[in-house]
């Protein structure tokens, strides 16, 4: 195996290290830099849990090469509150509807629901819902997180038909 010098900008802070040509971004974010928020569940792309934005990309950070993020700016759920604490939409959405239990798969639907709004984008509920898609939980029977993208597109709850 050869090893690289990489250094990419994570969370507004720039990391470097040397890795084996085969090590995953999410085991470098989650090893090397330190970002334990990155969930690994499946390592094959299924489950969601490891998903981090690249690049204002959301991508499954087990399925992407730490070498292919050399020089990306990769924003992790660390990095989405404001450094007062104050939290990012999505994750107040999530708290607001109680939309985690374990927490485990928690961090990768944030990550991709917060690609979807970034820059302030209202996606409609069903375009944030169908987005998820690809994310797995084990816990909540999702209603919680359908609740939290009904908050976040701006849908009228009452007009739903569910409580908060």
Do not use: W
Request: aromatic share 4%; hydrophobic share 35%.
């Amino acid at each position: 195996m050869s090893d690289h010098d990489i250094a990419m900008t994570i969370n507004g802070r720039r990391h470097s290290g040397t890795v084996e040509s085969r090590i995953s971004l999410s085991d470098f974010l989650r090893g090397d830099a330190g970002y334990t928020g990155v969930h690994v569940g499946c390592e094959h792309g299924v489950c969601g849990a490891c998903t981090v934005m690249v690049d204002g990309r959301a991508v499954r950070s087990c399925l992407m090469l730490a070498v292919q993020a050399d020089g990306a700016d990769v924003v992790t759920v660390e990095g989405l509150a404001a450094p007062d604490g104050t939290l990012h939409p999505v994750q107040q959405a999530f708290r607001d509807e109680h939309a985690l239990q374990c927490g485990f798969c928690t961090p990768g639907f944030v990550m991709t629901l917060a690609a979807l709004t970034q820059g302030g984008a209202r996606p409609s509920e069903e375009e944030l819902v169908g987005a998820l898609s690809g994310n797995l939980c084990r816990c909540t029977g999702y209603q919680g997180i359908k609740r939290a993208c009904r908050r976040l597109s701006g849908s009228n709850m009452a007009d739903a038909g569910e409580h908060a």
